[in-house]
């Protein structure tokens, strides 16, 4: 007997499970799967470069919660309207809610603090997370299906996603589209574009691009950034769920527009820019604690009698 396949991608029946008394929810188990991917691919990438392995488990004990913390309250602020109506709606995180882009502005600004405190190289080590987080953001939204949300306009494609109708009320769409069944999933469009980009990067880094036979860091993390908010100013025009809309146009899509032309100077501008490679280097072989192995981010090696010493 030959069995029709689907016209559309069906909606999960379930979004958690339960192992004991712990209730599991595929949304959260999404984004330890990211992180734990995202550590694994940072910890080769770093040691390729001669880094310590190690200090990336200390970067991500710090900058993960930073990383969600930035997470929701960038979703609290510009989607005030979705918090949940409980006393901890605002920390509910496991109902799904966290923007990327405050998320990784504060991992980001922790991560370096912890970097400086190790005495590694900021930049050199931003080059080498910046293919991991896009696998890290890949597969966190994978969760996002799980909650049946982040979907975009309606579509008769083969591939539109299923949604229930109390999942369509809730996701604050308009009423025009509250009695169409199936919708862009533009979940799977940036999983797709998340993983094509890290490919992108990481042969980019290898290879070098164009005239650049040598990308000079942070070159990479600023196509990471352009390119994924480039991506994102797309996915935002197909985006219908609940958003701040500022002379018509969704709040993100200004932000996406905002950080595609910034990571674009910073690439331009990091390349141009003469890097000490040597310095570089050497900051990243430095060990755990020790600040003294390498001078500051471009600046010139000085001569001194006292250069083994670390400093405080």
């Known amino acids: 007997m030959v069995t029709a396949l689907p016209g559309h991608i069906p909606s999960p029946s379930f979004n958690n499970f339960h192992i004991g008394p712990l209730d599991i929810h595929f949304y959260a188990l999404a984004y330890l799967v ?3 991917a995202a550590i694994i691919i940072t910890r080769r990438r770093w040691r390729a470069v001669g880094g310590d392995p190690d200090i990336v488990g200390d970067i991500a004990l710090w900058s993960v919660p930073a990383g969600i913390i930035g997470g ?9 309207m979705d918090i949940p109506h409980v006393w901890y709606g605002v920390f509910a995180v496991w109902d799904g809610g966290l923007g990327i882009w405050g998320g990784i502005f504060l991992a980001a600004v922790v991560g370096l603090w912890r970097l400086r405190r190790h005495g590694v190289s900021g930049i050199l080590f931003m080059d080498a997370v910046a293919p991991a987080l896009l696998v890290a953001q890949g597969i966190g939204r994978i969760g996002n299906y799980f909650n049946k949300e982040l979907f975009g306009r309606p579509t008769s494609l083969p591939w539109g996603l299923e949604i229930p109708y ?11 589209y509250l009695n169409f069944p199936t919708f862009q999933p533009t979940f799977l469009y940036e999983l797709i574009f998340d993983f094509a980009w890290a490919a992108v990067l ?16 942070p070159g990479l993390f600023a196509l990471y950034v352009f390119g994924y908010s ?6 935002e025009s197909l985006r219908i769920d609940s958003s701040v809309y500022f002379l ?3 709040l993100n899509t200004y932000i996406a527009s905002a950080l595609a032309i910034i990571g674009a100077v910073w690439f331009y501008r990091s390349q141009r820019r003469t890097l000490h490679e040597g310095a570089l280097v050497a900051k990243a072989k430095a060990p755990p604690g020790d600040t003294a192995t390498a001078p500051p981010d471009g ?8 250069s083994e010493q670390a400093t405080s």
């Open 34 to 36: 990211g992180i734990a």
């Open 72 to 80: 929701r309250i960038y979703f609290d602020i510009t989607t005030p």
């Open 166 to 176: 109390q999942y369509r009320v809730s996701g604050g769409i308009p009423a025009r």
């Open 202 to 217: 990481v042969w980019i880094g290898h290879h070098g691009l164009g005239r650049l036979r040598t990308i000079k860091p």
């Open 230 to 235: 480039a991506y994102r100013i797309f996915e």
């Open 248 to 250: 018509g146009l969704r």
């Open 299 to 306: 600046a010139e090696p000085q001569e001194s009698q006292n």
